[in-house]
């Protein structure tokens, strides 16, 4: 197994193929709204036009996760997932985004991946990595994923956007960079607030108190629908 890494990987993200449709990070948009507890919450964008592929609530983990209509949770090719940890504050955000290229490694030829990347945003700290598969082992299949973190002050938290593809040749990516680059910036979108904190960097935006009051640890999540501009979030 070989693994790239960094610098040598920013030069594959040059890749000139044009990207088919599905492969754009998002369609109609939506933003899914995450207690947290302790009257945090976690805001990412959400494909919203997509289908549930997977609801897990445990007292270790909420995951849940979209994938287009058409496409199965067996045999996806894209997917959007969110990950909320509850209570836990204490994750090493680089030892799990390193946890989850050791898995990769398991059962890929050559694993592609970017150093982790960490920034503070809001007050909160986040972390971003890219990880890639140029076949997995027994399957016609190569995997792109970009991960972002974000670690709150009640609970840790982990979107993914993933592409099952074609296998590819480690020095050329099966879609351009500007898809990745559309998706990273998607990604960006997420953060954690809270509706009384005392730094205005991290207040959560007023007009989402509705749906932050629909949302509760045993119903963690509620999912609006992005207006068009100068009209109204949608349920």
Same mark, same amino acid.
């Given at each position: 197994?070989?693994r790239i890494?960094g610098?040598i990987?920013a030069?594959?993200?040059?890749a000139?193929?044009a990207?088919a449709n %599905?492969?754009?990070? =998002? *369609?109609?948009?939506g @933003?899914?709204?995450?207690?947290? !507890?302790?009257?945090? +919450?976690? &805001?990412?964008?959400?494909?919203i036009d997509?289908?549930i ?7 270790r ?20 997932s969110?990950?909320m940890?509850p ?6 955000p ?6 989850i290229a050791?898995?990769?490694?398991a ?15 809001r007050g ?5 990595r ?6 997995? %082992?027994?399957?016609? =299949? *190569?995997e792109?994923? @970009?991960?972002?973190?974000v670690? !709150?002050?009640?609970? +840790?938290? &982990?979107?993914?956007r993933?592409w ?19 998706t ?6 997420g ?6 904190a005392?730094?205005?960097?991290r207040?959560?935006p ?5 749906a932050m009051?629909r949302?509760?640890?045993?119903q963690p999540i ?9 009209t109204?979030?949608?349920?």
């Amino acid at each position: 197994m070989r693994r790239i890494i960094g610098a040598i990987l920013a030069a594959l993200l040059v890749a000139v193929m044009a990207p088919a449709n %599905a492969l754009e990070p =998002l *369609g109609s948009r939506g @933003l899914a709204v995450v207690n947290g !507890g302790g009257g945090e +919450f976690f &805001l990412t964008p959400v494909p919203i036009d997509w289908k549930i592929a997977q609801a897990e609530r445990n007292a270790r983990v909420f995951h849940i996760a979209w994938i287009p209509k058409g496409q199965s949770a067996e045999d996806w090719r894209d997917k959007v997932s969110v990950q909320m940890f509850p209570g836990n504050t204490g994750t090493d955000p680089k030892a799990l985004l390193d946890g989850i290229a050791e898995r990769y490694d398991a059962d890929c030829g050559t694993v592609l991946s970017t150093d982790v990347e960490t920034k503070e945003v809001r007050g909160y700290e986040t972390a971003f990595r890219f990880i890639g598969c140029t076949r997995h %082992a027994g399957k016609k =299949l *190569g995997e792109l994923a @970009l991960f972002r973190t974000v670690s !709150g002050a009640e609970s +840790f938290y &982990l979107v993914q956007r993933a592409w099952r593809t074609p296998p590819f040749a480690r020095t050329e990516l099966p879609f351009s960079r500007e898809v990745l680059g559309k998706t990273r910036l998607w990604l960006q979108g997420g953060r954690a607030c809270a509706a009384d904190a005392e730094q205005e960097k991290r207040i959560c935006p007023p007009d989402l108190a509705d749906a932050m009051n629909r949302t509760s640890l045993e119903q963690p999540i509620t999912v609006l629908r992005l207006a068009e501009p100068g009209t109204t979030p949608e349920d």
